[in-house]
């Protein structure tokens, strides 16, 4: 099950942990063109940038007019 916040820009997953990790989850993510914070708020993993390149521009979230047009119009 997944939820996004559209203001904060997280997404909430549960999961089960013996099915999948949390890491393979944000590895999934970032695959498909997101970048990924981990739980612990530091570290990263970046999607690809060709992979990035690909997405619509409204999902471009490394955009910072993106990211205020979002948290503006929700």
Same mark, same amino acid.
């Given at each position: 099950?997944?939820?996004? &916040? ?5 997404? $909430?997953?549960?999961?089960?942990? @013996?099915? +999948?990790?949390?890491?393979? /989850?944000?590895?999934?993510?970032? &695959? ?5 914070? $981990?739980?612990?708020?530091?570290? @990263?993993? +970046?999607?690809?940038?060709? /992979? ?23």
């Amino acid at each position: 099950h997944a939820d996004w &916040n559209v203001k904060n820009l997280e997404t $909430l997953v549960v999961y089960r942990p @013996k099915k +999948i990790s949390e890491k393979k /989850i944000h590895s999934t993510i970032a &695959n498909l063109g997101h970048d990924q914070v $981990l739980a612990d708020g530091v570290n @990263k993993i +970046i999607a690809p940038q060709e /992979i990035y390149n690909k997405l619509p521009a409204c999902c471009k979230y490394r955009d910072p007019k993106i990211i205020k047009d979002h948290i503006t119009n929700g």
